[in-house]
């Protein structure tokens, strides 16, 4: 009898429920986030004979029991908050409490199965994903240290500001002369807060550019080996590789390039009705992934020799807007992309990149 396990993970505990194949709830257990724990209810699994896991939150706080489960050779599935919240919505059931929670994730793994994405703990992938997301933090707090800097300096009556605030060589200006200015201004109280606003806001966009740097030599290193032929895409820089790997994750769980494109948030959603046939935006999927298809379509755009331009414009001469024919775009380079991390994964699969946590 097929047995499917349910997991709402939380900070301190989770919660494990196990289901039959006809949704009949077999056994409920609250378990606490330790090895004990996870022993426990991996017992209660191989009691029940369970080897498929459906856990929301693999990535976060449920990926200790995640790597647990994958290093005894079950199937662990990672279920979008998403389709358990719309699971709950179509229930007859009121209410929601983490049993609930945990009965929606074990009955979406036996709706969605063969749908849903395999957790399968790659160290390479992981400190991928981790550094690209690292980096992104960084250069976000270095626009805001920009924009505070320009509202300072704006509030001070300098409308002369260099174009770029992030470069090294406006920073060092702007520290010398706002220093300067401050010891004209010290009797001025209001006027003297803007100048430090200014001066605090140079020197994080100076940290801020260190860690940048830092953190892109990271990721120069750990893509070095095994993205040749990702980067040689035009368009892909270490950076965009990196946030191609990291966030797509194990390329297996895709059948083909359409199912990588549906997971970009670049494939259309069809809304045909009658005679009516139609397609309408994509606003799902994984939208970092979407946003670097984009960054990867504005660059062959911009190439005039470029076939990814060649095809944007047989796109607008059919008549098609600009956001159109970029969707259009985006749609190939999805497949494009999904063959050549096929290959980026089967380097990874060679090396045995296994995450370090799993042994």
């Not at 006809?22 to 724990?37: D, K, N, W, Y």
């Not at 209001?190 to 260190?210: F, S």
Request: charged share 25%; glycine share 8%; with cysteine.
């Amino acid at each position: 009898m097929r047995i499917v396990a349910g997991v709402d993970c939380h900070k301190g505990s989770h919660t494990v429920v196990f289901l039959t194949a006809v949704g009949v709830p077999v056994e409920c257990l609250v378990i606490p986030t330790t090895e004990a724990g996870f022993e426990a209810a991996l017992a209660a699994g191989d009691r029940l004979g369970c080897q498929e896991w459906g856990l929301e939150g693999a990535g976060c706080y449920g990926f200790g029991l995640a790597v647990y489960a994958a290093a005894r050779g079950l199937t662990v599935l990672e279920v979008p908050g998403l389709l358990t919240k719309r699971h709950r919505r179509q229930s007859s059931r009121r209410g929601k409490s983490d049993e609930t929670d945990a009965v929606a994730i074990a009955e979406v793994v036996l709706r969605e199965g063969p749908r849903l994405s395999r957790f399968q703990p790659c160290a390479t992938q992981r400190a991928m994903r981790l550094r690209y997301d690292q980096r992104d933090r960084h250069v976000r707090a270095r626009t805001a240290a920009a924009n505070r800097l320009r509202m300072a300096a704006v509030l001070l009556g300098v409308m002369t500001l260099p174009r770029s605030l992030t470069s090294a060589r406006a920073i060092r200006m702007l520290l010398e002369s706002a220093r300067a200015f401050r010891a004209e201004v010290t009797e001025h109280p209001a006027a003297l807060a803007l100048v430090d606003d200014m001066i605090d806001a140079a020197e994080d966009i100076e940290r801020l550019n260190a860690k940048i740097r830092a953190t892109e030599r990271e990721l120069q290193a750990l893509v070095r080996d095994v993205a040749d032929e990702l980067v040689a895409l035009r368009g892909v820089s270490v950076v965009t590789a990196a946030g191609l790997i990291g966030h797509a994750g194990a390329i297996t769980n895709y059948r083909n390039g359409a199912a990588f494109a549906a997971k970009c948030g670049a494939a259309p959603v069809p809304c045909s009705s009658g005679r009516r046939v139609a397609v309408r935006l994509n606003t799902g999927g994984d939208r970092q992934l979407n946003r670097l298809l984009h960054v990867i379509a504005m660059a062959q755009v911009l190439a005039a020799d470029h076939p990814g331009r060649a095809y944007y414009d047989r796109k607008r001469a059919e008549g098609k807007t600009h956001p159109a024919a970029m969707r259009c775009l985006k749609r190939q380079l999805a497949t494009v992309v999904y063959y050549r991390l096929r290959q980026v994964q089967q380097r990874l699969d060679a090396e045995g990149a296994t995450d370090v946590t799993a042994a």
